[in-house]
């Protein structure tokens, strides 16, 4: 991801949630997108939101290729959250698709959780991102509720565990919402520069690019503020000047 970012002078990874339609209709479309976009992208994201119609051995394949072609990694946004047998089968189809990284979700723990997704990252050598603080309004439901360290006892956000957690299994990145700067100003002082912060929720739920940026985001995941604009491939270069600018302001660091 970093050098990717470097050599695209971006950090905007492209989620590519396209309304639904006929599956060879959004495959086309995926591809027209990429083509045009690709020069303001660091990365691809995709989700089951495209693997449901299009199936992952039958298209959602050929756009990581394409991805890939381009010069862009590719992220399956898969939150995987199950016991560890089935986590490690998810994400090795992911992997053996193509992609370079899945995201997690913590809160499985990690005997018989993520320890089976981590092991089969290493053995392909590809990545796992996972979730500290999710980008939407009732994250603070989950994320944002107070509880009590299994270790320590102490009460703590449950965002703070899951930082943690990132930093102990050596995540390769760490999903924090766009649209809650404040709180990735505080993860950003746990993880230091040892996890990246991607940021998803800018323009449609509402996030600023510079905020986050400013905060400690080292990647923004922007989805419908691209896909559904009347001139997506303007908006996204738009949005990566924005974005680039901030990060050289920062510290001209990126990771
Ligand atoms: P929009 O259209 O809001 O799309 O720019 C955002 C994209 O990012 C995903 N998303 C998240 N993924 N943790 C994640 O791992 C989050 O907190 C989160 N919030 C949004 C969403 O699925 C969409 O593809």
């Given at each position: 991801m970093e050098s990717s970012a470097r050599r695209k002078k971006s950090n905007i990874i492209l989620a590519?949630?396209?309304?639904?339609?006929?599956p060879s209709r959004l495959l086309s479309r995926s591809f027209q997108i990429l083509d045009s976009a690709h020069p303001y992208l660091c990365a691809l994201k995709l989700n089951r939101q495209a693997v449901l119609p299009i199936g992952l051995f039958n298209g959602v394949q050929k756009i990581v290729q394409k991805a890939h072609g381009l010069g862009l990694p590719a992220i399956m946004d898969?939150?995987?959250?199950?016991?560890g047998n089935t986590n490690r089968a998810i994400a090795q189809y992911y992997y053996e698709a193509g992609f370079d990284a899945v995201t997690a979700n913590?809160?499985?723990?990690?005997?018989?959780?993520m320890q089976p997704v981590f092991e089969v990252a290493h053995k392909m050598k590809r990545g796992v991102i996972m979730l500290v603080?999710?980008?939407?309004?009732?994250?603070v439901e989950g994320y944002g509720q107070m509880v009590q360290d299994v270790a320590t006892h102490q009460l703590v956000p449950q965002y703070r565990v899951f930082a943690e957690k990132a930093l102990k299994w050596n995540a390769d990145g760490a999903v924090v919402g766009a649209t809650y700067p404040e709180k990735i100003r505080e993860i950003r002082a746990v993880l230091r520069d040892k996890v990246s912060i991607y940021s998803p929720g800018v323009g449609a739920q509402g996030g600023d690019v510079e905020a986050a940026v400013k905060a400690g985001a080292s990647y923004l995941i922007v989805g419908r503020a691209i896909v559904?604009?009347?001139d997506p491939i303007k908006t996204a270069e738009k949005i990566r000047d924005t974005a680039w600018q901030s990060v050289k302001r920062r510290s001209g660091k990126i990771g």
């Open positions: 590519l949630d396209l309304p639904s339609d006929k898969a939150k995987i959250n199950d016991i913590p809160f499985v723990g990690w005997d018989e959780g603080y999710m980008s939407h309004k009732g994250a559904d604009a009347k």
